[in-house]
């Protein structure tokens, strides 16, 4: 597709469980970013990688929380033993290039109930 | 830290009236300032932006924003909404050389007929 992806759309998980979130970003797309948007809130910044590299993990909430893109492409949020606190939408943007200023694209994002 | 206020959570408004969403960003350090929208069931989709240059800038669909930095403020309007602009709207701000987008909260304008 020519926008960025994120599957599932919704993911109910009981506490205590692993869950996994995947984004295809844009083909070509250098940038790739992981925000978590409460309800009734702004997303929030989680991590971003340029290529495979992640530069920036410092909005991570705890070490239950991974990233990985390890091919430089699609993108992989993990969440460990899950929390009621986890509930939220879990977005992901991507953009062409590394630039401070870049326009970014997101996808519709995956809507995390912990039960 | 930068943070940014959106005051209003929502706001109503007759089709044809004029509309203005606000935002207010903490830090007057260099900034690039954004204004994104979010159509119901979509991702969120680039409204405008000010990176620098005239602080008036523009939408293809008739919306601008002001950044005034005395007042670390840049507020969207449109002179005529249409029923089809109700949607969330999302300020953002990134300090100058960083990648990190702080967004507030949000807006929900709902243009009623």
């Known amino acids: 597709g020519a926008g960025v992806s994120q599957s599932p759309r919704y993911k109910v998980a009981k506490r205590g469980q692993d869950v996994a979130l995947r984004c295809d970003p844009i083909?070509?797309?250098?940038?790739l970013f992981w925000y978590q948007q409460a309800l009734g809130q702004g997303p929030e910044f989680l991590t971003y990688f340029q290529n495979e590299a992640q530069l920036d993990k410092s909005g991570l909430p705890s070490d239950r929380f991974f990233a990985e893109r390890p091919e430089g492409s699609v993108s992989t949020l993990k969440i460990q033993r899950t929390q009621q606190e986890d509930s939220a939408v879990y977005l992901c943007a991507s953009s062409p290039r590394w630039q401070p200023n870049e326009k970014l694209f997101f996808g519709s994002g995956t809507q995390l109930s912990v039960l | 830290a930068q943070s940014v206020t959106q005051l209003d959570s929502q706001v109503p408004v007759f089709e044809e009236a004029p509309v203005e969403l606000r935002c207010n960003y903490s830090?007057?350090?260099?900034?690039?300032l954004f204004w994104y929208v979010q159509y119901p069931n979509q991702g969120l989709q680039l409204l405008l932006k000010?990176?620098?240059?005239?602080?008036l800038v523009e939408s293809i669909n008739g919306f601008e924003a002001e950044f005034n930095k005395s007042q670390t403020s840049f507020h969207l309007r449109k002179p005529s909404v249409h029923i089809s602009d109700t949607a969330e709207y999302f300020c953002a701000v990134s300090d100058k050389g960083t990648y990190k987008y702080i967004f507030g909260t949000g807006t929900r304008l709902k243009v009623l007929a």
């Open positions: 830090s007057s350090v260099s900034v690039y």
């Open positions: 000010y990176l620098s240059g005239s602080t």
């Open positions: 083909s070509g797309h250098v940038s």
